[in-house]
């Protein structure tokens, strides 16, 4: 029997005029795995939602037929889904230190379950909840109950989150992008658990932007764009045998070994998909633009970059791989001239730039530029997008509008956005406005932090697209940081390494990523989830 | 911090109190000492012989003269009169009001109660329906939460002396409920209370409602409904918890208010209290009292901080990590 069957799904929210989900039909048998693979706002999120009834305030729920455990969901009341909720489905979200209540400690959080549905005798919820602990893994469950989600690392508190969706034994477990925030060790782990649980019988309903994350655990996968099921079927077969133009779209951004040096975004579709080349672009082997050597750097007495030394030469690309607390982003802050290393040096063009003093530095600073994660952190929320890109060339004036407007349409923007405010924008609209900002006062050296990880996977093949022409026509030399080893591999030449602030392993990215020298890159490539049609 | 670290300490340290605690107290005690050196400034600054400012309108006579000298030691170096003015303070005496002819001890020690009493009733009364009005009403679109907001706003707008006056003309002078001045018992307390207290319960209840719906939001909430909780156990589990934070920042700001609307309240009410102290020694020029305010404004507002401070570290153990 069907846990859930819906039928003809649809959710709208009148205030706000949007139709989140516009039909969708989707059924979960006992001990199944269904995955909903879509970007932002495709409405997979409220898929999974509704089905416990936690769509929000404000939404209009209809269905041609919505059943939950062969009983009609859509005459239920509060109570009738309070009964559901934890008991017959548990949910578990992105990001536990915000998913877990952040002023509760973990074991209080796990008894609540219990309590709700008075699964355990008040007195034995205590030691109910240090078993389910350890039963997701969880060491020193004694310990950790007693903390709150921020004293745990972000693997256990994920764990924690899943012990607290599991504690009523539901039949099924929704987990809504449940290793996004994650590591890609420690989302393999959860990744492990979660198919644990699958092999104990739970049926599974994962949500995930990631096609290479559900692939490894789906039976079936269901493709939503726009509120709408694109394509569904087996797992093997849509990733292998995509029939939908979208879901050929979204394999091939996706950026891998074999993607290297050709466009991701924008195929040819209709059949057959050709990858397209990138603009040919020259790496200037001479003298190298930034020499790092022999950096040291330290928070305090914490020692966070050890001995790192690589060079970056004019039209290079450098990828700094690690996992979170590996030392990537200091060694992006060094380079950039934003922190005093302890010893070592950092070299721009052949002469000194860490050691010298900030006055000597402020006139080279246009030569070296950032892109970050998270651009809209990085804009004045006040500025317009024209003045953010003016600021850098001197500040807003009606001679330099041609050239903010010659950026914004080398990064595909169109002029008129100028009077626009970041926040307006979309996420991939912004960090286009931030490479257009990076590139105003003509860089040699672009640093690039994260610059794709908050991005959807058909937006990072544009920006990625837009990275690698920038780099042809310009010459540029890119330092590329990213835990994604895909996309890392996909654009650098070289790449280092890092763990606990020391370079592990670096060489050409080919002979780095398929002969790993170094235990802890073959554990890395080992825990990325593999795409069965990545070679696409 | 590591969570390595953390599983080896023990009590206040392991919790991470100890640190926080420690640098509290010793800010306190600093401001304490800056605000006791103000006061002394403030009486150095006043243009005229000190004796001179120190009698005031006091009758003046050669003993009382050479009583002043002696007491505040006026012929001694000038660092020498400061560091005994500071070791009187250590040892509790505030001096004399030369103009009360009383010591000013004394005096803060009559007039003190009534305030407390006033200011404590008025807070109960403003947080409690400020509570009332926030759990209530928050997350429900209804005519009743759109009053409730609209009352509030009334209440923040309408400074407490045009509040004490319409509250006497309603329910002393119309109705005769309650007494219309002095300070018998805790019927005489009723009116000045609510006058004082609405301004708080508009504020608070305004910030109470606002955090209440902001975490009811939060992924968190997403995840405590997802076990099948009832509304009310996410509320009172949780989403309070989250909406005290900023109410809780507000708690110097009530202190300001409750004792400055004292002053007024005082007045309109013919109530006994500091507010008519500080009142006549202000106008009276009598420096005594008026130091002796400024270290106990001092002393309180240090105080209320003080514990607004370590209620953060009890509310939110994210604050508790620097060791």
Same mark, same amino acid.
């Given at each position: +029997?069907?846990?859930?069957?819906?039928?003809?799904?649809?959710?709208?929210?009148?205030?706000?005029?949007?139709?989140?989900?516009?039909?969708?039909?989707?059924?979960?048998?006992?001990?199944?795995?269904?995955?909903?693979?879509?970007?932002?706002?495709?409405?997979?999120?409220?898929?999974?939602?509704?089905?416990?009834?936690?769509?929000?305030?404000?939404?209009?729920?209809?269905?041609?037929?919505?059943?939950?455990?062969?009983?009609?969901?859509?005459?239920?009341?509060?109570?009738?889904?309070?009964?559901?909720?934890?008991?017959?489905?548990?949910?578990?979200?992105?990001?536990?230190?915000?998913?877990?209540?952040?002023?509760?400690?973990?074991?209080?959080?796990?008894?609540?379950?219990?309590?709700?549905?008075?699964?355990?005798?008040?007195?034995?919820?205590?030691?109910?909840?240090?078993?389910?602990?350890?039963?997701?893994?969880?060491?020193?469950?004694?310990?950790?109950?007693?903390?709150?989600?921020?004293?745990?690392?972000?693997?256990?508190?994920?764990?924690?989150?899943?012990?607290?969706?599991?504690?009523?034994?539901? !039949?099924?477990?929704?987990?809504?992008?449940?290793?996004?925030?994650? $590591?890609?060790?420690?989302?393999?782990?959860?990744?492990?658990?979660?198919?644990?649980?699958?092999?104990?019988?739970?049926?599974?309903?994962?949500?995930?932007?990631?096609?290479?994350?559900?692939?490894?655990?789906?039976?079936?996968?269901?493709?939503?764009?726009?509120?709408?099921?694109?394509?569904?079927?087996?797992?093997?077969?849509?990733?292998?045998?995509?029939?939908?133009?979208?879901?050929?779209?979204?394999?091939?951004?996706?950026?891998?070994?074999?993607?290297?040096?050709?466009?991701?975004?924008?195929?040819?579709?209709?059949?057959?998909?050709?990858?397209?080349?990138?603009?040919?672009?020259?790496?200037?082997?001479?003298?190298?633009?930034?020499?790092?050597?022999?950096?040291?750097?330290?928070?305090?007495?914490?020692?966070?970059?050890?001995?790192?030394?690589?060079?970056?030469?004019?039209?290079?690309?450098?990828?700094?791989?690690?996992?979170?607390?590996?030392?990537?982003?200091?060694?992006?802050?060094?380079?950039?001239?934003? +922190?005093?290393?302890?010893?070592?040096?950092?070299?721009?063009?052949?002469?000194?730039?860490?050691?010298?003093?900030?006055?000597?530095?402020? !006139?080279?600073?246009?030569?070296?530029?950032?892109?970050?994660?998270?651009?809209?952190?990085?804009?004045?929320?006040?500025?317009?997008?024209?003045?953010?890109?003016?600021?850098?060339?001197?500040?807003?004036?009606?001679?330099?509008?041609?050239?903010?407007?010659?950026?914004?349409?080398?990064?595909?923007?169109?002029?008129?956005? +100028?009077?626009?405010?970041?926040?307006?924008?979309?996420?991939?609209?912004?960090?286009?406005?931030?490479?257009?900002?990076?590139?105003?006062?003509?860089?040699?050296?672009?640093?690039?932090?994260?610059?794709?990880?908050?991005?959807?996977?058909?937006?990072?093949?544009?920006?990625?697209?837009?990275?690698?022409?920038?780099?042809?026509?310009?010459?540029?030399?890119?330092?590329?940081?990213?835990? $994604?080893?895909?996309?890392?591999?996909?654009?650098?030449?070289?790449?280092?390494? +890092?763990?606990?602030?020391?370079?592990?392993?670096?060489?050409?990215?080919?002979?780095?990523?398929?002969?790993?020298?170094? $235990?802890?890159?073959?554990?890395?490539?080992?825990?990325?989830?593999?795409?069965?049609?990545?070679?696409? | 911090?590591?969570?390595?670290?953390?599983?080896?300490?023990?009590?206040?340290?392991?919790?991470?109190?100890?640190?926080?605690?420690?640098?509290?107290?010793?800010?306190?005690?600093?401001?304490?000492?800056?605000?006791?050196?103000?006061?002394?400034?403030?009486? *150095?600054?006043?243009?005229?012989?000190?004796?001179?400012?120190?009698?005031?309108?006091?009758?003046?006579?050669? =003993?009382?003269?050479?009583?002043?000298?002696?007491?505040?030691?006026?012929?001694?170096?000038?660092?020498?009169?400061?560091?005994?003015? *500071?070791?009187?303070?250590?040892?509790?005496?505030?001096?004399?009001?030369?103009?009360?002819? @009383?010591?000013?001890?004394?005096?803060?020690?009559?007039?003190?109660?009534?305030?407390?009493?006033?200011?404590?009733?008025?807070?109960?009364?403003?947080?409690?329906?400020?509570?009332?009005?926030?759990?209530?009403?928050?997350?429900?679109?209804?005519?009743?939460?759109?009053?409730?907001?609209?009352?509030?706003?009334?209440?923040?707008?309408?400074?407490?002396?045009?509040?004490?006056?319409?509250?006497?003309?309603?329910?002393?002078?119309?109705?005769?409920?309650?007494?219309?001045?002095?300070?018998?018992?805790?019927?005489?307390?009723?009116?000045?209370?609510?006058?004082?207290?609405?301004?708080?319960?508009?504020?608070?209840?305004?910030?109470?409602? =606002?955090?209440?719906?902001?975490?009811? =939001?939060?992924?968190?909430?997403?995840?405590?409904?997802?076990?099948?909780?009832?509304?009310?156990?996410?509320?009172?589990?949780?989403?309070?918890?989250?909406?005290?934070?900023?109410?809780?920042?507000?708690?110097?700001?009530?202190?300001?208010?409750?004792?400055?609307?004292?002053?007024?309240?005082?007045?309109?009410?013919?109530?006994?209290?500091?507010?008519?102290?500080?009142?006549?020694?202000?106008?009276?020029?009598?420096?005594?009292?008026?130091?002796?305010?400024?270290?106990?404004?001092?002393?309180?507002?240090?105080?209320?901080?003080?514990?607004?401070?370590?209620?953060?570290?009890?509310?939110?153990?994210?604050? @508790? @990590?620097?060791?």
């Amino acid at each position: +029997m069907s846990l859930i069957e819906v039928e003809d799904l649809r959710v709208a929210f009148p205030k706000a005029g949007v139709q989140a989900v516009r039909g969708v039909s989707l059924s979960i048998a006992e001990g199944e795995c269904v995955a909903i693979v879509g970007e932002s706002g495709s409405g997979k999120s409220v898929t999974a939602r509704t089905l416990v009834g936690l769509t929000g305030p404000g939404a209009t729920v209809t269905a041609g037929r919505f059943s939950v455990k062969g009983r009609d969901a859509l005459r239920f009341g509060q109570r009738g889904w309070r009964r559901l909720r934890g008991r017959f489905a548990g949910l578990v979200l992105q990001d536990a230190l915000v998913s877990l209540d952040p002023l509760r400690r973990v074991g209080d959080e796990i008894a609540e379950v219990l309590a709700a549905h008075d699964v355990v005798p008040r007195a034995g919820r205590a030691a109910k909840a240090l078993e389910l602990l350890e039963a997701v893994g969880v060491p020193e469950p004694e310990l950790r109950a007693r903390q709150y989600a921020h004293q745990l690392s972000g693997g256990l508190r994920q764990r924690a989150l899943i012990a607290s969706a599991i504690a009523a034994d539901p !039949p099924l477990l929704i987990a809504d992008e449940p290793t996004t925030a994650l $590591d890609v060790t420690v989302q393999a782990q959860i990744l492990r658990l979660l198919a644990a649980r699958k092999a104990q019988g739970t049926a599974l309903l994962m949500i995930s932007h990631d096609l290479a994350v559900v692939s490894s655990i789906a039976d079936r996968v269901l493709v939503m764009k726009d509120g709408v099921v694109v394509e569904e079927g087996p797992t093997a077969r849509v990733l292998s045998d995509p029939d939908d133009d979208y879901t050929k779209l979204l394999l091939a951004a996706v950026p891998s070994a074999a993607s290297r040096g050709t466009r991701l975004s924008a195929i040819a579709t209709g059949g057959v998909s050709l990858r397209t080349p990138l603009p040919e672009r020259k790496v200037d082997h001479g003298s190298p633009v930034v020499e790092v050597s022999r950096l040291c750097a330290a928070y305090g007495p914490r020692k966070v970059v050890d001995d790192v030394s690589f060079e970056v030469h004019a039209g290079e690309t450098v990828g700094i791989v690690g996992e979170s607390g590996s030392g990537k982003t200091t060694v992006a802050r060094l380079v950039l001239g934003l +922190m005093t290393p302890v010893s070592g040096q950092v070299r721009l063009n052949g002469t000194p730039w860490s050691t010298v003093s900030e006055r000597e530095r402020r !006139p080279r600073r246009s030569s070296v530029q950032l892109i970050s994660q998270n651009p809209l952190d990085s804009f004045d929320p006040r500025y317009t997008v024209g003045r953010l890109i003016a600021e850098p060339l001197g500040g807003p004036s009606r001679e330099r509008r041609d050239r903010v407007a010659e950026l914004l349409a080398r990064v595909g923007l169109p002029a008129d956005l +100028m009077t626009s405010h970041p926040r307006r924008l979309s996420g991939g609209q912004r960090q286009r406005v931030a490479i257009a900002r990076a590139l105003a006062p003509q860089p040699q050296v672009l640093v690039c932090d994260e610059p794709v990880s908050a991005l959807d996977v058909s937006i990072q093949a544009q920006v990625l697209d837009l990275l690698g022409e920038i780099q042809a026509a310009d010459g540029t030399a890119l330092i590329f940081i990213s835990h $994604d080893l895909g996309v890392v591999h996909h654009i650098s030449d070289r790449v280092l390494v +890092m763990r606990d602030g020391q370079v592990v392993e670096d060489g050409h990215v080919d002979e780095v990523f398929f002969l790993p020298k170094h $235990d802890y890159t073959r554990e890395l490539l080992g825990a990325v989830p593999k795409l069965v049609s990545a070679e696409l | 911090m590591s969570t390595l670290t953390l599983t080896r300490r023990r009590g206040l340290a392991a919790a991470g109190w100890a640190g926080p605690v420690v640098r509290r107290l010793g800010a306190g005690v600093a401001v304490l000492w800056a605000a006791a050196t103000a006061a002394y400034l403030a009486l *150095l600054l006043v243009p005229g012989d000190t004796v001179d400012v120190l009698i005031a309108d006091g009758v003046d006579t050669p =003993e009382r003269r050479a009583q002043i000298i002696t007491e505040w030691g006026l012929d001694r170096s000038q660092a020498r009169q400061y560091v005994d003015y *500071l070791v009187r303070l250590l040892h509790g005496d505030l001096g004399r009001s030369y103009v009360l002819q @009383r010591g000013v001890g004394d005096l803060l020690a009559t007039q003190v109660g009534p305030t407390i009493r006033l200011a404590l009733t008025a807070a109960v009364f403003g947080v409690v329906l400020a509570l009332v009005l926030a759990l209530t009403t928050a997350g429900r679109r209804s005519w009743f939460g759109g009053l409730a907001g609209m009352s509030e706003l009334v209440a923040v707008s309408m400074p407490p002396f045009l509040v004490g006056l319409l509250l006497l003309a309603v329910f002393s002078f119309t109705l005769g409920w309650f007494p219309v001045s002095g300070d018998r018992g805790f019927v005489s307390l009723v009116l000045p209370a609510v006058a004082l207290g609405l301004q708080i319960s508009g504020v608070l209840g305004q910030v109470l409602r =606002e955090g209440l719906e902001r975490a009811l =939001e939060e992924p968190f909430a997403v995840t405590a409904r997802s076990r099948g909780i009832t509304e009310r156990r996410l509320v009172a589990g949780h989403a309070l918890r989250h909406a005290l934070l900023p109410a809780v920042t507000l708690t110097g700001w009530f202190v300001g208010v409750l004792f400055g609307g004292a002053i007024i309240v005082e007045a309109v009410f013919g109530r006994p209290g500091l507010g008519q102290l500080t009142l006549s020694a202000v106008t009276g020029k009598d420096m005594p009292v008026v130091m002796a305010l400024i270290l106990l404004s001092a002393v309180v507002y240090v105080t209320v901080s003080t514990i607004v401070d370590l209620s953060y570290l009890l509310i939110d153990p994210r604050l @508790r @990590r620097s060791g």
